[in-house]
């Protein structure tokens, strides 16, 4: 702690400085280290002789550093603060055009008018990196459009950071049953807490992405945007809640959040060209009506003249003239100072870094004397434009007397440039079954080659855009409640109406659209109408089972068959149902690769490793260890496996066998649920060995589960709960905080469905 007489500092100084300085990060001490040594530069270099001009200044304090706190000018006493950049800049304007003269130094300058810097922060919650994506492509569009953007997962965000936050851009998605994903949960937990801050100074956007067949449709985003709500912030633009066909509406809401910043900028700007009214004008804050009294430019004032003597003016040429920023980790403060013919210390440096790998990323705008830079070529294969892969392998990995189907399916990559690491998916586009198609074509009244609407496509014939581009299993209350209207149905709008949920669920719960029409005898609607209100097919998302490194040209896949009877019909997955019945060698399936970032092995080879995946869950494990065998990584590894029957259920077995007896897979505990007169699943496994498991926790493993959300993901938890409190002597409570922590540590990683 500092004391008032081992230091240069007022009391009130003292105290303010003895509650910041314990805040700070390592990186915020690098970055104030970095400007204090850069101020103190620009002293050196202008704070005396014909170049400390208010012109000069007035580029700084307009376009340099807004917001970061006083910019300080050239005085009689030294560096003091500058006055008003707008009216120093009008002034600068003004003696442009007649010969460069110094100007003198005003003995009493008046306290600065900053303007609103122009900084927002993008949070995502993402359980398989969609989110992620999206917020990423938020912050580009918000950094090119000159703001400095501070981009994080939410669960690494630090939340004492948030009342400082005056533009908030939510991007979250909704898991399991209404549920934030696993790294939103904490801050989920914290903003509906009590230590949540009040945010009257701060502007806010929600983007939620969900599936409009679940009961709590995008959730956690409204959870969100209600509690910021409730804690003062204002709202910015309306809150979108985007179904799995979201890129479309993703992309306005970008729009619309783009638009209306720049509105608030350009009403900003106008406020602060205007002089202060006198010298106590105070920093511009919020107006009550949500908009900024004023934003900063990211670059000096347009129009404003530095004078130097001996040259013509140059308009904004000077000073701090903008940020390059650099999110390179482990760069900090001002990385250099780039002298302009000599003259300004200060012309161009080279922005903010934040230094931890994986953290919050600071994107800062690019200075505007930057040269420019190629964009990088989007990819070829993307959701918009999937790359048709030629089936190489289609086997059923289950032995001879199973009831379950597994298909292992190859996938060639060949010529494609598409590139994947362990912990990916591939994203596949199925075909309804056509059996299913020319039902309901039937039961509608409808002619199969009639010309309806298909999004980008156009038109298509109604059998190919009910057997390729529409969703035709799953009925939503929005799909219902179209229909009810397009039939006049009575029942149908009380079946769908709000507050008759319960109903809604019992109904739809394993019936699609071809029960639809036929109990309620809906024959005959224009099949164009319909179309319009039913969903696009949206891609089934299935992990890698491979590594590129053995595979180049190849992508494994472990894809179970769904197969059951409801209502008194077969009915089988969608996806699942096409690859095992339809799907042959030589045939072509349009996918692209879904990266997943939140499920990757850790990046130091010698960590260990725990994998839960029963079932088809296995599929990721497989490609990590393949890919630690190819790498000679040192760490070690274990498996825990479950399905039904040793002998017809074991999935991949020779290849367990064969990395067992390598070591590239340490230790392996299996259960067979069927194969014992109680049902033994790996989560019974996992407190048979609970010493052992413990024990590897404690070394610093890293648990990964993959698998069935509901119920085995849900038990997997129970039982690491239950090991932590036994070998560790804790309460369950005090062991689910342990668990917490791994969370938060990144080391309990799940991919779970």
Known sequence: MLQVNNSPFSQQQIELLNALLPTLTEGQRQWLCGYLNGLGAAGAVLAAGPYASPGLWAG????????AGPVMAPGPAGLLPAADAAGQAAAAVASAQSPAVPSPVAASPAPPS?????????????????????????????????????????????TNQLKNARNLFIVVSTHGEGDPPDNAASFHEFLHGKRAPHLENTRFAVLALGDSSYEKFCQTGKDFDKRLEELGARRLVPRVDCDVDFDEPAAKWMDSVLEALNRLQEQGTEEAR????????????PAA????????????????AVRLPGYAAHA???????????????QAGFAGYAGVAGYTGLAGHAGFANGAAGGTAVLAPPAPAAAATAAPEKPAWSRSNPFPAEVVDNINLNGRGSDRETRHLVLSLEDSGLVYEPGDAVAMFPEND??????????????????????????LPLRDALLRHYEITVLTRPLVAGIAELAGSGKLKELAAEGNEAAFRAYAAGRDLLDLLRDYGLK???????????????PRQYSIASSQLVHPDEVFLTIRKVEYEAHGRRRTGVCSGHVAERLAPGDRVPIYIHHNPNFKLPADPDTPIIMIGPGTGVAPFRAFVEEREETGAKGKS?????????????????????????????????????????KVYVQHRMLEKSRDLYAWIEEGAVLYVCGDEKNMARDVEDALVSVIAKESGKSRAEAAAVLAELKAQNRYRRDVY
Do not use: C
Not at 141 to 153: I, K, P
Not at 436 to 459: C, K, R
């Open 638 to 678: 274990w498996l825990f496996f479950g399905d039904r029957r040793f002998r017809t259920d074991f999935l991949y077995q020779t290849d367990w066998q064969r990395w067992l007896k390598s070591g590239a897979l340490t230790r392996m505990d299996v259960a067979f649920s069927r194969d014992t007169p109680s």
């Open 289 to 304: 009506n949500g908009s900024p009294a004023a934003f900063a430019a990211s670059g000096p004032v347009a129009g404003a």
């Open 316 to 330: 904004g040429a000077l000073g701090l003239a903008g940020h390059a920023g650099v999110a390179a980790a482990g």
């Open 60 to 67: 700084t304090a307009a376009g340099g550093i807004a917001g």
């Open 114 to 158: 900053f303007a609103e810097p122009k900084e927002a922060t993008v949070l995502f919650g993402s359980q398989t990196g969609n989110s992620q994506r999206l917020a990423g492509q938020l912050a580009k569009r918000l950094e090119d459009a000159g703001w400095r953007v501070t981009l994080s997962s939410m669960r690494d965000y630090k």
């Open 274 to 285: 205007e002089p202060a009214s006198s010298p106590s004008a105070q920093p511009a804050t």
């Open 434 to 459: 056509p059996k299913l198609v020319d039902a309901v074509i039937e039961a509608a009244g409808w002619l199969p080659d009639v010309q309806v609407p298909a999004g980008q496509q156009g038109t």
């Open 524 to 538: 005959g609607l224009p099949a164009a109408d319909v179309v319009r209100l039913l969903r696009k097919i949206p």
